[in-house]
C-alpha cells in the first residue's frame, strides 16, 4: 500500500475549481516532488490530504486511512504547510510544547528538533523576532516532533538562504533515505530537480506527469541519444543500415532516437571511435514548460 | 482529551493577552471594592451585594475566550492547532474547557483580593462586614459564573470569527443593549447571557443593573440552566461551523 494515496480528488471554491480528478501516489523511502506554477492546485491538493480543505470528491489517504482518522495523526504525518504561522507573542520553544503536548510527544523531543533545525538558541525568543527563513526552521521542526513516517513540505525553501536550502535538501535526502515518504511542493524546479526521485506535475488543477524523474525528464517518444565521432558522415550511413534515424544535432554530433547501448553497439561493429555517447534528456524546465504550458518562475 | 486540555492551557499561559487581561481584571475589581467601601456606607443586608460582587472577571475571562478562539483564525494557528487534532469536536471541547477552568481560577483570585480589601476598608470604617459563610458562597457564584463565562465565550467566537466584531459585540450586548432591554422589558431582559442570567446567578439585585422596577429574575438554579443552554447552542453552532470550514 502506498504511503500517500490521491484518488480522484476534487475540490472547488465556488465557481474556480481548484483541483480536478486528481490521482497519484507517494511511496516510502523516496522523495516526491509536486510541482506546478502558482495556483496550480498543490496547496490546495495538500489541505485536502491532511483533512484542513474537503475535497468534492476523491479521496486522500496515508496507508489506507484519512488523516483524521491516524490514531496519532502527528506521529505518522509531520506537515509544513505554506505560510506557516505562529502565534507572534509566543516562543519558539512554547510553540513546540503546545504542540508536543497535544501530540502526545514527549517534551525531551522540543529540544531535540530544535537542535535539528538549528534554533536551540532563539527557542526563547518570541517568534514575531524570528526572520523568515528561523520561522520556516520552527515549522519544519513543528513537522519532525512527532518522528512522522511521511514528511509534507510545502514550499519547504521559501525564506532560506542558500546554506539553508542545502539544509533542507539533505534533509530531505535523509529522511528519505531513512524510510520515511517525502513529499515536497515547489515551483522552483531548479531546487526540486536535485533532490526528488519521483515528480507529480499538475497544472490547473489537473495532472500532467507522474512517474520517477527520469522517465519524466526522458522523450516522450523513447529514448534520445547524442554520439560523436571522428566520422560522423559514416556512422550516420552505419545507423541508417541499423535501422535506426539518426539526424544533425544542434552543436555537432548526431541525434538518435534509441538508447545509448543501441547506438554504441552500431558504432563498435563499424569500428568508429565515438568521442561522445550521452542519453539525451529534457531538463525539468523544459519538460514543466511543455506540461503545463507556463513558464516556470 | 487530557493533553489537548494541556496543550490549550499551555497556550493561555505563553502570552502576554492572559496575563494583561488578568491583571487588568484584578485591577479594575480592586478600584471598584475600594471605591465603594470609602465612599458608599452599606447595609449589613446590602453590603455582600454591594461591594463583594465587583469581580470583573466575568467579562475579562469573556473576552479572553474569545481572543483565545478567532485568535486561532487570525494568527492562523488553526492549521497546527488542526493537524496537531484533527478532531475538531475534542479540539473545541478543549479550548472550551481550558478557558472555563482559566475564568473560575482568575475569578478566585479577584474575589480573594477584593474580599481581603473590601474587609480591611469596611472594617476600619466600623461598617458592617459580611459572614465569612455568605462571603464563600459569594465568590463560589462569582467563580461558577467565570468558568461558565470562559466556555460561552470560546462558544461565541467560534461563531463571530472576527475578532474585534466580537469583542465589541459583547461590550455593546453588555453595557448598552441588555441593560436598554433590561429597561423597557426586564421579563425579557432576565433570559440575556450577558447580563440577565449572570445578575441571577450571582444573585445581584437586577436594579443596580438598570432593569425596569420590579423585575424579577430567575432563581439561580434555572439561570445556571438556561446559561447553559446558551452555552450548548453556541458551542453546537461554533463546532458546525468549525466542522464545515475549509482551512485555507
Same mark, same amino acid.
Given at each position: 500500500m502506498a504511503a500517500i494515496e490521491i484518488r480522484g480528488v476534487s475540490k472547488h471554491f465556488g465557481s474556480v475549481q481548484a483541483v480536478r480528478d486528481l490521482s497519484f501516489e507517494v511511496e516510502a523511502g523516496?522523495?516526491?516532488?509536486? *510541482?506546478? %506554477?502558482?495556483?496550480? #492546485? @498543490? $496547496?490546495?491538493?495538500?489541505?485536502?490530504? *491532511?483533512?484542513?480543505?474537503?475535497?468534492?470528491?476523491?479521496?486522500?489517504?496515508?496507508?489506507?486511512?484519512?488523516?483524521?482518522?491516524? %490514531?496519532?495523526? $502527528?506521529?505518522?504525518? #509531520?506537515?509544513?504547510?505554506?505560510?506557516?504561522?505562529?502565534?507572534?507573542?509566543?516562543?519558539?520553544?512554547?510553540?513546540?510544547?503546545?504542540?508536543?503536548?497535544?501530540?502526545?510527544?514527549?517534551?525531551?523531543?522540543?529540544?531535540?528538533?530544535?537542535?535539528?533545525?538549528?534554533?536551540?538558541?532563539?527557542?526563547?525568543?518570541?517568534? @514575531?523576532?524570528?526572520?523568515? #527563513?528561523?520561522?520556516?526552521?520552527?515549522?519544519? !521542526?513543528? !513537522?519532525?516532533?512527532?518522528?512522522?513516517?511521511?514528511l509534507i513540505l510545502d514550499e519547504p525553501t521559501n525564506g532560506l538562504d542558500p546554506p539553508g536550502i542545502r539544509w533542507m535538501r539533505e534533509l530531505v535526502r535523509?529522511?528519505? !533515505?531513512?524510510?520515511?515518504?517525502?513529499?515536497? $511542493?515547489?515551483? *522552483?524546479?531548479?531546487?526540486?530537480?536535485? $533532490?526528488?526521485?519521483?515528480?507529480?506535475?499538475?497544472?490547473?488543477?489537473?495532472?500532467? !506527469?507522474?512517474? %520517477?524523474?527520469?522517465?519524466?525528464?526522458?522523450? %516522450?517518444?523513447?529514448?534520445?541519444?547524442?554520439?560523436?565521432?571522428?566520422?560522423?558522415?559514416? *556512422?550516420?550511413?552505419?545507423?541508417?543500415?541499423? #535501422?535506426?534515424?539518426?539526424?544533425?544535432?544542434?552543436g555537432g554530433g548526431i541525434l538518435v532516437r534509441a538508447d545509448p547501448a543501441a547506438v554504441g553497439q552500431v558504432a563498435a561493429d563499424g569500428a568508429v571511435a565515438l568521442v561522445e555517447l550521452v542519453a539525451q534528456s529534457r531538463s525539468l524546465e523544459e519538460v514543466f514548460f511543455e506540461l503545463t504550458g507556463e513558464e516556470p518562475d | 482529551m487530557i493533553p489537548l486540555l494541556r496543550a490549550e492551557l499551555i497556550k493561555l499561559r505563553t502570552t502576554r493577552t492572559f496575563l494583561a487581561l488578568s491583571g487588568a481584571a484584578i485591577a479594575t475589581s480592586l478600584l471598584t471594592v475600594v471605591l465603594t467601601a470609602l465612599l458608599e456606607e452599606p447595609t449589613a443586608d446590602q453590603v455582600l451585594s454591594d461591594v463583594f460582587t465587583s469581580d470583573t472577571s466575568t467579562l475579562f475571562i469573556l473576552v479572553l475566550a474569545i481572543v483565545g478562539i478567532s485568535g486561532e483564525w487570525r494568527h492562523r494557528t488553526i492549521t497546527s492547532s488542526l493537524l496537531a487534532s484533527p478532531d475538531r469536536l475534542r479540539f473545541l471541547a478543549a479550548k472550551a474547557i481550558a478557558f472555563a477552568a482559566a475564568g473560575l481560577l482568575l475569578s478566585l483570585a479577584v474575589s480573594l483580593a477584593i474580599s481581603v480589601v473590601g474587609y480591611v476598608i469596611l472594617s476600619s470604617r466600623d461598617l458592617p462586614t459580611p459572614e465569612m459563610g455568605?462571603?464563600?458562597? =459569594?465568590?463560589?457564584?462569582?467563580?461558577?459564573?467565570?468558568?461558565?463565562?470562559?466556555?460561552?465565550?470560546?462558544?461565541?467566537?467560534? /461563531?463571530?470569527?472576527? =475578532?474585534?466584531?466580537?469583542?465589541?459585540?459583547?461590550?455593546?450586548?453588555?453595557? /448598552?443593549?441588555?441593560?436598554?432591554?433590561?429597561?423597557?422589558?426586564g421579563e425579557v431582559a432576565r433570559f440575556g447571557p450577558f447580563t440577565g442570567l449572570p445578575l441571577a446567578i450571582q444573585g445581584i439585585p437586577a436594579e443596580e443593573f438598570g432593569f425596569e422596577e420590579g423585575t424579577e429574575l430567575l432563581a439561580a438554579g434555572v439561570a445556571t440552566i438556561a446559561m447553559l443552554a446558551w452555552i450548548g447552542a453556541f458551542f453546537a453552532a461554533g463546532y458546525t461551523l468549525l466542522r464545515l470550514r475549509d482551512v485555507e
Open positions: 523516496r522523495v516526491t516532488g509536486f *510541482l506546478g %506554477p502558482n495556483g496550480a #492546485g @498543490k $496547496s490546495t491538493t495538500l489541505r485536502v490530504l *491532511l483533512g484542513l480543505v474537503h475535497a468534492n470528491d476523491g479521496s486522500a489517504t496515508f496507508d489506507g486511512r484519512r488523516y483524521e482518522e491516524l %490514531p496519532h495523526a $502527528s506521529s505518522h504525518v #509531520g506537515a509544513v504547510l505554506e505560510e506557516a504561522s505562529f502565534h507572534p507573542g509566543r516562543s519558539g520553544c512554547n510553540h513546540l510544547r503546545v504542540l508536543a503536548t497535544a501530540g502526545r510527544h514527549p517534551e525531551a523531543r522540543v529540544d531535540e528538533v530544535l537542535e535539528r533545525v538549528g534554533l536551540s538558541g532563539a527557542a526563547n525568543r518570541r517568534v @514575531k523576532g524570528y526572520s523568515m #527563513g528561523m520561522r520556516q526552521r520552527l515549522a519544519i !521542526a513543528a !513537522a519532525l516532533l512527532g518522528d512522522p513516517d511521511v535523509s529522511e528519505a !533515505a531513512s524510510g520515511r515518504a517525502v513529499l515536497v $511542493s515547489s515551483h *522552483l524546479l531548479a531546487e526540486v530537480s536535485q $533532490s526528488v526521485d519521483d515528480v507529480v506535475v499538475i497544472a490547473h488543477g489537473s495532472l500532467r !506527469a507522474h512517474g %520517477p524523474i527520469a522517465s519524466v525528464l526522458g522523450s %516522450p517518444d523513447g529514448p534520445v541519444t547524442r554520439v560523436r565521432s571522428a566520422e560522423d558522415d559514416r *556512422l550516420a550511413r552505419l545507423l541508417r543500415e541499423g #535501422g535506426l534515424e539518426p539526424a544533425s544535432a544542434d | 455568605e462571603l464563600a458562597g =459569594q465568590v463560589l457564584r462569582n467563580a461558577f459564573l467565570a468558568a461558565l463565562m470562559g466556555g460561552f465565550g470560546v462558544g461565541l467566537g467560534a /461563531v463571530v470569527r472576527n =475578532q474585534p466584531v466580537a469583542i465589541v459585540g459583547v461590550l455593546l450586548f453588555s453595557f /448598552v443593549l441588555e441593560p436598554l432591554l433590561g429597561s423597557l422589558a
